[in-house]
C-alpha cells in the first residue's frame, strides 16, 4: 500500500492564482481531512469528509475548496491564493473506528504564495 | 470544547536522558487522547492513544503516556532519550462525535544533545 500520497510536494504561487493540492489514499478509507501546519500554530483542520460526496469545514476553511468524488481521492482547491495561505499541508486519512482512530498522514505540500 | 496545551515549544535533553513532554486537554466529555510525532519534512507518525481501556498507554520506540483524569494532564515519557527521538512532538484530542476531529497542541520541539 502506498498509503496517503499528496502532490505537488512544493509550489510557489503568486498573489490571485488557483491551484489544487492532489490527495489519496488506497486504504479505503471513509474519513480524510485537510490540515495547515503554521510555525508556533500545531496543526489546524481545514476541511473534512466522512465519505463520497460529504464534506464539511473545520477551523480555518476560509479560501479553500473541497470535493469527495470517490473514496480514494481528496482534492483541496485555493481559489484565489493570499500570502496568509504559504503553509505546509498535509491530507490525512482515518481508518474505520470512529474517534479513536488513527490518521495517517502525508508528506506534506509545501506551499508558498508572493 | 475541547482543547490541549502544550507546556514548553522547545525541550532540550541529553542523550540517555529522561524525556518528559507534557500535555493538558479540556474535555467536556472523556476524551480520546493522541501523540503524534513528526520528523523533520515527513507527514505526522502515531505514537500512542489513549481510549479509556488503560491508563497508562505504551507506543512505539519506547515512549509511553499516562492519563491522569484528576490533573487533566496527558504527559509523555521515555526513560533514556535517543539522538533519533529528536523530532517535533504534537498532542492531540480527538473533537468527539461521529466525526472525532483531532484538535492538536502547538506542538514541542524535543532535541537530544550527544
Known amino acids: 500500500n502506498a498509503g496517503v500520497t ?22 479505503n478509507h471513509e474519513y480524510m481531512s485537510w490540515y495547515r501546519q503554521d510555525p508556533g500554530m500545531g496543526l489546524r483542520l481545514i476541511h473534512y469528509s466522512v465519505g463520497a460526496g460529504i464534506t464539511d469545514q473545520g477551523e480555518v476553511p476560509n479560501g479553500y475548496n473541497v470535493s469527495r468524488s470517490t473514496t480514494e481521492d481528496f482534492p ?28 495517517y498522514f502525508g508528506p506534506g505540500t509545501r506551499l508558498t504564495v508572493t | 470544547a475541547q482543547s490541549v496545551t502544550q507546556l514548553g515549544s522547545h525541550v532540550s535533553v541529553s542523550e540517555g536522558a529522561l524525556v518528559l513532554l507534557r500535555c493538558n486537554y479540556s474535555s467536556s466529555v ?38 491522569k483524569k484528576s490533573e487533566t494532564s496527558f504527559h509523555l515519557t521515555k526513560p533514556s532519550a535517543h539522538m ?6 504534537f498532542c492531540a484530542v480527538s473533537g468527539g462525535g461521529s466525526q472525532g476531529n483531532l484538535i492538536f497542541g502547538k506542538g514541542t520541539k524535543l532535541s537530544v544533545k550527544p
Open chain 2, 84 to 89: 533519533s527521538d529528536a523530532a517535533e512532538y
Open chain 2, 30 to 67: 472523556p476524551p480520546y487522547l493522541f501523540w503524534y510525532v513528526q520528523y523533520p519534512n515527513q507527514g505526522l507518525q502515531l505514537l500512542l492513544k489513549y481510549t479509556s481501556a488503560a491508563t497508562l498507554v505504551k507506543g512505539i520506540n519506547g515512549f509511553e503516556a499516562e492519563f
Open chain 1, 6 to 27: 499528496q502532490t505537488p510536494k512544493f509550489q510557489v504561487l503568486k498573489t490571485g492564482q488557483s491551484m489544487t493540492l492532489q490527495c489519496a489514499q488506497d486504504m
Open chain 1, 76 to 103: 483541496l482547491r485555493l481559489l484565489s491564493a493570499a500570502p496568509s495561505q504559504t503553509s505546509v499541508y498535509f491530507c490525512a486519512s482515518r481508518e474505520s473506528g470512529g474517534a479513536f482512530g488513527e490518521q
